[in-house]
C-alpha cells in the first residue's frame, strides 16, 4: 500500500507559467513534507519542505501547500523556467524520525521554452 | 566539502556474483541509509543506520547487506546478485536531528 502518492507521472508546461504538482498521503502520522528534485543520472536534491504545523511555505519561486484534513500538498513553481524541467518527488516523515523518508513515485515535468 | 559520496557509479554484475556498494559522508551525520529506484517505484528504503554499531531494515532489505563501523561509512552488500537487483542505488545521510537528507550521485547496477 503506497503511503505517499503522486498520481501524475508526467506534466507539461509553458515558460513563464505556473507548475502546480501534487501529492496525496495516507498515513495520518506524517508530519513532515518534502519535495526534491531529480535531474537525469543525478541524485535527488532537496527543494523545499513544510511541517505539518504550517499550510504554507515559501521559497522564491516555490512555494508548498498542505491541507492536512485532505492529506494533501502541492507545489506550485511561478514562473517556470526551462531549468525546472526535472522529476520531483514528494516525501514525508513521522516526528523523532524525520531522516526515514518514505517517497512518492515523482511526477516528471517538462517546462518548455 | 565532498558531501555523500558513492563508488562505484556503474558496475554490471553476473547473476550470483557478489559486490559491495561503497558510501561515505564527511558531514559527520549520525544517519546513513541506501534507497533504490527503479523506473515508476520512487525511491525506496532498503536499509538505514542512525549511528556507528546501528542497522535497521527499511522497505525492500531482501537480498541486501550492511553495515555501519564508522560515522563516515555505510557500505551495501549484494551477496548474491539477481536480475531483480538491478536498479540505480542511492546513498544518503541527515543529522538525526535535522529534517533534510543528503543524496549521492547514484550507482547505477546491472545484473546479467
Known amino acids: 500500500d503506497q503511503q505517499v502518492k503522486q498520481n501524475s507521472p508526467s506534466l507539461s508546461v509553458q515558460e513563464g507559467r505556473i507548475s502546480i504538482l501534487n501529492c496525496d498521503y495516507t498515513?495520518?502520522?506524517?508530519?513532515?513534507f518534502l519535495w526534491y528534485k531529480k535531474y537525469p543520472a543525478e541524485g535527488p536534491t532537496f527543494l523545499i519542505s513544510?511541517?505539518?504545523?504550517?499550510d504554507k511555505n515559501e521559497d522564491g519561486r516555490f512555494t508548498v501547500f498542505l491541507n492536512k484534513s485532505a492529506k494533501h500538498l502541492s507545489l506550485h513553481i511561478v514562473p517556470s523556467q526551462p531549468g525546472d524541467s526535472a522529476v520531483y518527488f514528494c516525501?514525508?516523515?513521522?516526528?523523532?524520525?524525520?531522516?526515514?523518508?518514505?517517497f512518492g513515485k515523482g511526477t516528471l515535468l517538462t517546462v518548455n521554452p | 566539502n565532498a558531501g555523500v559520496t558513492q563508488t562505484p557509479k556503474f558496475q554490471v554484475l553476473k547473476t550470483g556474483q557478489s559486490m559491495t556498494l561503497q558510501c561515505a559522508q564527511d558531514?559527520?551525520?549520525?544517519?546513513m541509509s541506501w534507497y533504490r529506484q527503479d523506473p515508476g517505484m520512487g525511491l525506496r528504503l532498503i536499509h538505514y543506520?542512525?549511528?556507528?554499531?546501528?542497522?535497521d531494515q527499511g522497505e525492500v532489505p531482501n537480498g541486501y547487506n550492511v553495515s555501519r563501523s564508522t560515522t563516515e561509512d555505510f557500505p551495501l552488500r549484494l551477496l548474491s546478485a539477481a536480475p531483480s537487483q538491478t536498479s540505480v542505488y542511492f546513498c544518503?545521510?541527515?543529522?538525526?536531528?535535522?529534517?533534510?537528507?543528503?543524496f549521492g550521485e547514484g550507482s547505477w547496477l546491472t545484473v546479467v
Open positions: 516525501a514525508a516523515s513521522v516526528s523523532g524520525s524525520n531522516y526515514k523518508l518514505t
Open positions: 498515513n495520518s502520522m506524517f508530519d513532515y
Open positions: 513544510i511541517s505539518s504545523i504550517k
Open positions: 558531514m559527520n551525520h549520525e544517519y
Open positions: 543506520s542512525v549511528g556507528a554499531g546501528i542497522t
Open positions: 544518503a545521510s541527515a543529522r538525526t536531528s535535522g529534517n533534510t537528507i543528503y
